[in-house]
Every structure is written in structure tokens, then in C-alpha cells.
């Protein structure tokens, strides 16, 4: 995620996105105005105020929790993110939306799991055309991630298709109706959103890519690395489907001849200018599926909804934030702060940092789980380390806590006051943030179930799969300023 280290790599498959323009608001035909009027609880006001000032419809009433999709496949987890959107897929009924930054493709791999899925699904439309009378449409959009084979950046677009062609599957098959496009972000920086959204009533957001490293570790290329979804059915999944669309129009279509074989693809097909973006009828109706409220947080260049509703959520906290973040680090200069944290004054901090301290300093009691390795590992320390410096100097050490996994983790999620859970892609690293950020999707709920199995699963990884944050030497020398 280091964006100057990789920018070479983007620069023949990219564009700079100059003039981005703004998202395009949903409005399902279906839905009339004041439908869901002002919420009630005090953070769904916080998140609803900053929704409506986009425009379009309010969506965020008539919602039900389905429930959080997980990996790695266990005991706890006998299904896993990527079989659940398999099941998904094959009861689909006219549409399926998938967006995902990262594409592993080969037996055994999430990306065979999902294609072995729409395999199934074109043999019942093929079967029962009368079945779908609305057809069936597919479309993928994939993230534009480095590509250090290709100088158009296809390598995984091709890959998908070359799977899906391998298994019989068509791109285009008039007959039945049958329709499947595979398009791959096109600006720079690249897009980590991760959703799916099926027949415009179910929606997932999530934080995993379709890569083997969320796979059992005991498994061919697994790493046993946590992540979860949320998934929602209601209004709030045609928010998805803007976020999916607005990820369309920035995005280039593979084309290629009809009928290509699989061995053909690499040779035959080519990223193009995407068509705009359409959906079958009755995927773009909006129903109303149960009583929960949710917001649907996107933001890229040019549209940041999901960082001030972040900062909101932090700013209206009362009593307790509880986060899971794979990544919590201070700006790239001050990735090594915990060896000096005097080159790193709060000034400096990232935007979300500075909304943690702001709550620390108000009395809310805030947790943080978080990892220790790879990349990630230093920056990580000095996060902590930097807001441990500003607590300890206001003798308001005791309201933070921060422990490692002693697992692997790649979760976004975080619960406040008991009263909103929110989870996606969005990390708390300056690369998901502000107008040079990656593109990036969460979703949030008041739905009293989700905020209770999320708390379970945090409390439960606190208490029996995580270990202290080892105090920096220096700290105990910081002076104290009660007065600052």
C-alpha cells in the first residue's frame, strides 16, 4: 500500500484521475421521497445528516441483517466468506454485482470457488431460460491492482476470463439471455473496494480479496488470514449498486471475440472503453426487507463520505470504541516514530489519528486490536506508541488499550457506544484516506444483532487470541502536562 513505491508499476495501465466528477446518487424507481424520515437513534442522525447531503434517495431504513461472512473456513466457521457468495450466486435471479481489488485464480483458489459458481448458475438459466425472465447478468469489476506483467494492467482480468472459459461458461449468450462483463479500475490510485451485491436486495461489504491467503492455513497457499463481511438485505443494497456503478465508469471492459477459447484469451481479448452501466428491471427496484437502518460509506478521489463519516462516528462517541484494524499507523514520515516520537508531533498525524485522541480526550474508554508483522508492523508500534506518548502527558494513559492477534488479521471493523458497528475495506492508513486515497467501501448498521456478534467477536479475540502491546521504553521519561 506504500502508493510512491508502486506508482511506477501503474503508469502504462492508469489514469490520473483529474476530473473524477461526483458519485451518481441512487434513485430506484419504485421509492418515494421521506419513505424512511429521520432515524432515531444518535449516531444513525450523525450518519443519516451526512448521507443526505449527497442527494438521491434515502435508503437507509426497511434493511435486515443477514448476518457477517468470514474467513478462514474452521471449525467456528464451517462455510466460509467464499462459499456463502458461491450459494449467493447460484440463487441468484437476474443479477450479480462483484467488486474486488485482488484476483487469485487456479483450483482450490477463492477465484475458482466463485467461478465454479457462475458455472452453475449459466447451466440452470440454460436449462430453464423461462426461469429468468429478465435474463441473467454478471459483472465484475476488479481493482486495477499493480500489475507487474502487463503494462495494460489485464493480467487478472484475463485470468478470470480464461477460468470462467475453461468451465464452459460464455461471456455473452443471446439465447438465454445470458450476459458477463469483466472490467478492471482504471485510475490511479487503485480501487480496494470489496462488495456484492445480488438481484439490487443483497448487499455484502467486506475487507477480503479473492486470494489464498485467506484460505486455512493447512491449505496450498493459505495463511489463515481473518477478515470478515457484512451482509444486509433492503433499500440500502441499491447503494451498493451506485458504488458499483461509479466504480464502472472508471473502469475499462475486456472485450473479446465471441466464442473465444480459453487458451485464445491472453491473445484475443483487451481492455476497452466500458458502455454505461445498466441493470436488468427488476434488479433496480428497491424492497424493503425488515426495520434496520444502514449506510452504505464510499469514497475515492473526489468523493470522501466514508472519511468524514468515520471521523463523525469518533467525534460523536460517548463511552467505548472498540476497533479491529489491520492497519493503524501515523503518515509515511513517521512510520519509525516509536524510535523517536519527538519527529512526529500531533500536527503531523493522520486525520483519523488525531479523531481517536480527540475521543480519548473526552473520556471514551477506546480498544484496539491490531497486528504485529509484515509491513504493517512498524507503523502499527508507532501509532500506538505516538498516542500512548499524548495520553501519558495528559495522565489519561488508562482509557487506551491496544493488544496484538496472535492471529493473522485482516479485518476493518469497529463498534461505538454500543450503538453502530461499521466494517468494509477501509483501513486507518493514509493510503485509504483523503483526496489521493484509494477507493474504498464500508457499511454501517444500528441492526442490535450485527452490533452484538461483532462486540462477541471482538471480546473473544481480546480475551483468548491477542497479547498486550509492549510499552515503549521511553515512555515513563515523557513529562507529564496535565494543563496541555
Given at each position: ?183 478492471n479500475y482504471r485510475f490511479f490510485p487503485h480501487s480496494h ?93 428497491a424492497q424493503t426487507t425488515g426495520t434496520a437502518r444502514a ?190
Amino acid at each position: 500500500m506504500v502508493l510512491a513505491a508502486l506508482a511506477g508499476s501503474w503508469a502504462g495501465a492508469a489514469d490520473l484521475p483529474l476530473w473524477p466528477g461526483p458519485l451518481r446518487q441512487p434513485s430506484p424507481p419504485n421509492w418515494a421521497p421521506g419513505t424512511c424520515g429521520v432515524p432515531t437513534g444518535r449516531l444513525e442522525q450523525r450518519l443519516w445528516e451526512l448521507t443526505r447531503q449527497t442527494g438521491g434517495a434515502d435508503l437507509t431504513c426497511g434493511n435486515r441483517f443477514l448476518g457477517f461472512v468470514r474467513t478462514p473456513r474452521s471449525e467456528q466457521t464451517p462455510q466460509d466468506a467464499f462459499e456463502v457468495l458461491g450459494d449467493e450466486v447460484r440463487g441468484a435471479r437476474s443479477e450479480v454485482l462483484l467488486a474486488s481489488m485482488e484476483w487469485m485464480t487456479g483450483p482450490g483458489k477463492p477465484g475458482s470457488t466463485f467461478a465454479q459458481a457462475v458455472r452453475d448458475l449459466y447451466a440452470r438459466v440454460a436449462a430453464d431460460p423461462a426461469a429468468y425472465p429478465q435474463g441473467m447478468t454478471l459483472r465484475v469489476v476488479l481493482g486495477g491492482f499493480p500489475d507487474f506483467v502487463r503494462p495494460d494492467g489485464a493480467s487478472q482480468p484475463l485470468a478470470l476470463a480464461r477460468d470462467l472459459r475453461r468451465l464452459g461458461v460464455p461471456l455473452a449468450d443471446e439465447r438465454v439471455g445470458w450476459t458477463l462483463s469483466i472490467l478492471n479500475y482504471r485510475f490511479f490510485p487503485h480501487s480496494h473496494v470489496k462488495l456484492h451485491v445480488i438481484d439490487g436486495r443483497d448487499l455484502t461489504v467486506s475487507g477480503y480479496n479473492f486470494t489464498d491467503w485467506h484460505l486455512p492455513a493447512q491449505e496450498a497457499g493459505g495463511r489463515g488470514l481473518h477478515d470478515l463481511g457484512l451482509r444486509l438485505s433492503g433499500p440500502v443494497a441499491q447503494s451498493g449498486v451506485a458504488v458499483f456503478d461509479d466504480l464502472w465508469r472508471h473502469s475499462r471492459e475486456l472485450r473479446c471475440p465471441p466464442g473465444i477459447g480459453p487458451e485464445d484469451v491472453e491473445a484475443g481479448c483487451r481492455l476497452e472503453e466500458a458502455g454505461p452501466p445498466t441493470h436488468p428491471a427488476t434488479a433496480q427496484v428497491a424492497q424493503t426487507t425488515g426495520t434496520a437502518r444502514a449506510f452504505m460509506l464510499y469514497r475515492r478521489t473526489g468523493v470522501e463520505l466514508a472519511d468524514v463519516a468515520h471521523l463523525a462516528l469518533l467525534d460523536a462517541a460517548r463511552t467505548g470504541v472498540d476497533l479491529m484494524q489491520t492497519d493503524f499507523g501515523p503518515p509515511l514520515a513517521c512510520w519509525y516514530a516509536y524510535l523517536n516520537p519527538s519527529t512526529c508531533g500531533t500536527g503531523e498525524w493522520t486525520t483519523y489519528l488525531t479523531g481517536v485522541l480527540s475521543a480519548l480526550r473526552r473520556g471514551v474508554k477506546v480498544r484496539l486490536l491490531l497486528v504485529d508483522y509484515g509491513v504493517g508492523a512498524a507503523p502499527n508500534r508507532s501509532g500506538v506508541a505516538l498516542l500512548r506518548r499524548e495520553l501519558w502527558r495528559r495522565g489519561i494513559e488508562d482509557r487506551f488499550e491496544a493488544r496484538y492477534t496472535t492471529f493473522n488479521m485482516h479485518t476493518k471493523a469497529l463498534s461505538i457506544d454500543h450503538e453502530m458497528v461499521v466494517t468494509g475495506s477501509m483501513n486507518f492508513h493514509f493510503a485509504s484516506w483523503g483526496s489521493l486515497g484509494l477507493a474504498e467501501a464500508a457499511l454501517a448498521t444500528s441492526d442490535p444483532q450485527a452490533i452484538a456478534q461483532q462486540e462477541a467477536s471482538f471480546e473473544d479475540a481480546w480475551q483468548r487470541a491477542s497479547r498486550p502491546v509492549p510499552e515503549e521504553r521511553w515512555l515513563r521519561n515523557v513529562p507529564r502536562d496535565l494543563a496541555f
